[in-house]
């Protein structure tokens, strides 16, 4: 079985991609293979959660607690006052796109622009100015 073979073999690609029905050159193969047999890969890792033999009732890890065991977080009234933001609506909407993040939070807040907008412009731009990304 190939779960059961010490290395990922650049047949056991192929025929993954065969079954999946994607097209992998030659040299996609061989760098799949090189990063499924590193000492850190995503297989490395997987082997070692099978491992630990987790049972069906334990639960996701969902929520991630930056605050460390016994750190006691101040409780009672923030100190901390965000200053007022005096955000106007830019006339263009290249303007719009150089906004800090704090103006566009303010204007969406008030419904001066909306979201839906604002990820149009977004989007535009990024297919505008950087195609080759595949962001959009």
């Not at 190939?2 to 030659?26: H, Y």
């Amino acid at each position: 079985m190939t779960q059961d073979a010490p290395q990922v073999t650049t047949e056991m690609v192929a025929a993954a991609a065969k079954i999946a029905g994607v097209p992998l050159s030659e040299e996609a193969q061989k760098r799949a293979v090189e990063s499924l047999n590193r000492p850190d890969s995503l297989l490395k890792s997987f082997q070692i959660l099978r491992e630990m033999n987790l049972g069906n009732d334990t639960p996701l890890a969902l929520v991630f607690n930056p605050v460390l065991p016994g750190v006691k977080l101040p409780r009672g009234e923030s100190f901390i006052r965000p200053s007022k933001i005096k955000a106007t609506v830019p006339k263009t909407d290249e303007d719009l796109a150089f906004l800090p993040v704090l103006h566009l939070a303010q204007l969406l807040k008030k419904r001066n622009i909306k979201s839906m907008d604002l990820t149009k412009i977004c989007l535009e731009r990024l297919k505008k100015y950087d195609p080759s990304s595949n962001a959009w």
